[in-house]
């Protein structure tokens, strides 16, 4: 699993550039309204608006388009209608892909996706032909290089956490979906600070395929990610340490 933990370095980097340029707004904004939308404006009664809103303010997104993101979402201001939706792709070689959006206009977001296979290869999959390879859960990194494990593992499994991993020093508690916030506010009050939180589509089984495949799909992966629309992408590919230095260093 290391693989994936410096997949999610690199993504934090390359948001962390995005967000200087303000490019990621849009698409926190829109994960503000719709989680607003179903489950109200309080965050302390909303776990799916306070992950949203912490996503947010980690990025740096003024807190004006915050609050305005959560007045679009419980009426208070006019907005668009917003769809969650989770697509299933196979990128190169029948790597799994399922990408989660969240959008104004289905047919546009689709048709997007299509031009990133049809650039980079894979194609658009059948409902059920990949997800059946995943599971949802909810993914919890800590911060910090010290953290004790065995202390983190009590604490996470006490509020109903699956597992608690250690990829290459980085602590990682994966919950139910279910659990997820009540692992995380569990966390949270025990004083662990918390780097990066999200529900996420976890690969039951990993792909393994040659260099050249794995940086094509990560390149898919990462075209895809580029998308206003898209809030989240995952596959079942092997990310070796090969692979992702190949990518990061192209």
């Given at each position: 699993?290391?693989?994936?933990s ?11 550039e ?38 947010a ?128 506010e ?53 990310m ?5 230095n ?5």
């Amino acid at each position: 699993m290391s693989g994936h933990s410096k997949w999610s370095t690199i993504k934090r980097k390359k948001g962390a550039e995005d967000a200087k340029r303000g490019k990621i707004f849009t698409r926190l904004g829109r994960e503000i309204v719709q989680a607003a939308r179903e489950g109200g404006g309080d965050e302390n009664a909303n776990a799916k608006l306070r992950l949203a809103i912490q996503k947010a303010r980690a990025a740096n997104m003024p807190k004006e388009n915050i609050e305005r993101a959560i007045l679009k979402g419980t009426g208070k201001l006019e907005g668009a209608d917003m769809e969650e939706i989770t697509f299933e792709a196979y990128g190169a070689e029948g790597v799994g892909i399922v990408i989660d959006v969240l959008t104004d206009n289905k047919n546009r977001t689709l048709g997007e996706m299509k031009r990133v296979f049809n650039k980079f290869g894979g194609n658009m999959a059948s409902v059920g032909s990949v997800l059946w390879q995943f599971e949802h859960k909810g993914a919890i990194i800590l911060k910090g290089d010290a953290v004790d494990f065995d202390e983190v593992f009590m604490v996470a499994a006490e509020a109903g956490a699956d597992d608690v991993v250690n990829e290459d020093g980085v602590v990682v508690v994966y919950t139910p979906r279910e659990q997820f916030a009540a692992v995380e506010e569990a966390l949270a009050e025990a004083g662990y600070e918390i780097d990066e939180s999200e529900l996420k589509w976890i690969s039951k089984n990993e792909t393994e395929v040659a260099l050249e495949k794995a940086i094509q799909n990560l390149r898919i992966m990462s075209e895809l990610e580029e998308l206003d629309d898209v809030q989240s992408v995952s596959s079942n590919l092997m990310m070796t340490d090969e692979a992702l230095n190949a990518f990061e260093t192209a």
